[in-house]
């Protein structure tokens, strides 16, 4: 996604999904239960106002799985949206929707309305995660997608998940990996979240399922991120968006976290200084040097960073200082 690309989300809950994956319940994910008409579209367009100044202007319809809603809905959707094109308020329209629900006729269909970006949910792409966890779809449907999306000439982001039925790290570093061979422009990672009423929910409640906790998450991620990064790939979103409902107990257990993004980016620092301290002598009093931006991550929520660096690394003592001199990311040094 185009950092500079403003977006106007309309969420389009469940509606018509002939699926049932285990961890959904679209209605809480997105805080949204009315149905979304063409209504519903002009209205936030007009609300929302978007300001010509450079970015792009984006509509999007997340939350659901677009080209799997009934095709008057989506058609109904998308003229609305286009309307908007034709009118010059928005630019264009990015959607989201399943691996399974991608074909050429339907990408020459979005392409017609003006959609220039497709987020597909892969989830994972091992095939028992898959198959445990309900997704009617196969790991070669997502394959066949994303070639599509991306030879149609859209924008593609990929979206998977951790801590899935069946799922191990390993499988998250393999799913990983693979979607980074389909070059996607960014890719979003959602970690397990066990909302209410879910097949999911009634899966751990039995002992049938282990809860992906927080700390899971965060170490899991805290590898994952590194490796979309490395290969050019921007992670452009990490956890569920935080909603009154999520924090007010529809999360009933699994990642749900606020500030995810914040501890993963945190973690995956204090793995950094892990790194270039190895070596270092017990004792020893060390500086860490970040740019003014990362420091509270690399000090991490109270302290916690620089507490395990000196217990690991059995040190006098750490410390962290943000530099302004341009230093990229991280620097250690004894004093
Ligand atoms: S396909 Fe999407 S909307 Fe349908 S049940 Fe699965 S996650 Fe929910």
Request: net charge neutral.
């Amino acid at each position: 996604m185009s950092a500079r690309a403003r977006i106007l989300p309309v969420f389009v809950p469940h509606q018509g999904c002939p699926h049932a994956c285990v961890f959904c319940d679209q209605r809480h994910i997105t805080g949204e239960k009315s149905v979304v008409s063409s209504d519903t579209v002009r209205k936030a367009i007009q609300e929302a106002a978007l300001p010509r100044n450079g970015a792009k202007r984006q509509l999007a319809f997340y939350g659901g799985s677009f080209t799997a809603i009934p095709l008057d809905r989506q058609n109904e959707l998308l003229s609305a949206a286009k309307d908007a094109i034709d009118r010059g308020l928005i630019d264009s329209i990015r959607l989201s929707t399943r691996p399974d629900a991608i074909d050429s006729a339907v990408l020459d269909r979005l392409r017609f309305y003006g959609v220039d970006a497709v987020e597909l949910g892969a989830q994972s792409m091992d095939e028992e995660v898959l198959r445990l966890s309900g997704r009617g779809h196969t790991a070669e449907d997502l394959e066949r997608a994303a070639r599509l999306v991306k030879e149609g000439g859209f924008e593609l982001i990929l979206q998977m998940m951790t801590g899935l039925p069946g799922d191990t790290p390993e499988r998250s570093v393999e799913t990983a990996r693979k979607l980074i061979r389909l070059r996607p422009d960014g890719v979003r990672i959602y970690p397990t979240v066990i909302l209410k009423d879910t097949a999911l929910y009634e899966l751990w409640k039995r002992g049938e399922y282990r809860e992906h906790t927080v700390e899971d998450a965060v170490s899991l991620c805290a590898v994952l991120v590194p490796l979309f990064e490395e290969a050019g790939i921007p992670v452009i979103r990490l956890g569920l968006n935080p909603t009154e409902e999520l924090s007010g107990g529809e999360a009933a257990g699994g990642a749900y976290h606020p500030a995810l993004g914040e501890l993963v980016k945190s973690r995956i620092l204090l793995n950094r200084a892990r790194q270039m301290l190895r070596g270092v002598r017990p004792g020893a009093s060390v500086v860490l040097e970040v740019p003014e931006e990362k420091l509270s991550q690399m000090i991490g929520q109270r302290r916690e960073n620089l507490r395990i660096l000196r217990e690991e690394f059995m040190l006098r003592n750490v410390r962290a200082v943000s530099v302004r001199d341009g230093c990229p990311d991280l620097r250690c040094f004894t004093e």
